[in-house]
């Protein structure tokens, strides 16, 4: 079995910081493209929004409502994945949720964490 683990959210001012982590464990071959999606409060039927991806190699990819203020990375060794949120506003409050492409025997599995809240107050 895998397990993708957040921790880092919760309740910031605007303007505010937060780091955001997650963890994978269990049986992992290889991990491809990692990332975080978010879904805003109040929208169950509303499809997750990508924030940021990484890949293996470090390439990143960002949603243009968060260029300049969140940085996302990765730590290989670790299997350990972070976004470093900065300059936070009212509408970056969401549930925030890890996905990653992972290889086990050979085959790729996609996978979702459970999701951290983040609150963002003005």
């Known amino acids: 079995q895998v397990q993708l683990v957040e921790s880092g959210g919760g309740l910031v001012q605007a303007g505010g910081s937060l780091t955001l982590s997650c963890a994978a464990s269990g049986r992992i071959d290889s991990i491809n493209v990692m990332g975080w999606y978010r879904q805003a409060p109040g929208a169950p039927g509303k499809q997750r929004e990508l924030?940021?991806?990484?890949?293996?190699?470090?390439?990143?990819n960002y949603a243009d409502s968060v260029k300049g203020r969140f940085t996302i990375s990765r730590d290989n060794a670790k299997n350990t994945l972070y976004l470093q949120m900065s300059s936070l506003k009212p509408e970056d409050t969401a549930v925030y949720y890890c996905?990653?492409?992972?290889?086990?025997?050979?085959?790729?599995?996609?996978?979702w964490g459970q999701g951290t809240q983040v609150t963002v107050s003005s």
């Open positions: 924030v940021a991806s990484i890949t293996s190699g470090g390439s990143t």
């Open positions: 996905n990653a492409n992972i290889y086990r025997y050979g085959l790729g599995y996609n996978y």
